[in-house]
């Protein structure tokens, strides 16, 4: 077993669990990071993407809608200094 240290940061955002394209991006059968298991958002549907280190906005689920995916740029970028390494572990949840 091999182990290391990864950066992570967690997003309340109702409001994006609110939001159609990504309720459509969370409902698109794509595998994802979550326990939501299809249909309205609820309690359970909390998502984890991954964001490159260097913060030039690449990321295991840029193909979400932008609007939304900036945002969690811009809250990576205000919390972490762009680096090399692992990705940054992004929980988004929806409380």
Request: charged share 20%; glycine share 10%; hydrophobic share 40%.
């Amino acid at each position: 077993m091999e182990t290391s240290r990864g950066a992570s940061l967690i997003i309340n955002a109702p409001e994006f669990f609110l939001d159609p394209g990504f309720v459509a991006w969370l409902n698109n059968g794509e595998a994802k990071i979550t326990m939501h298991q299809g249909g309205e958002p609820g309690e359970y549907s909390d998502v984890v993407v991954l964001v490159d280190p260097s913060l030039n906005g690449e990321g295991s689920d840029s193909d979400m809608p932008e609007n939304i995916w900036n945002q969690i740029i811009d809250a990576c970028r205000q919390n972490f200094k762009p680096r090399g390494g692992y990705h940054l572990i992004i929980w988004i949840r929806n409380i």
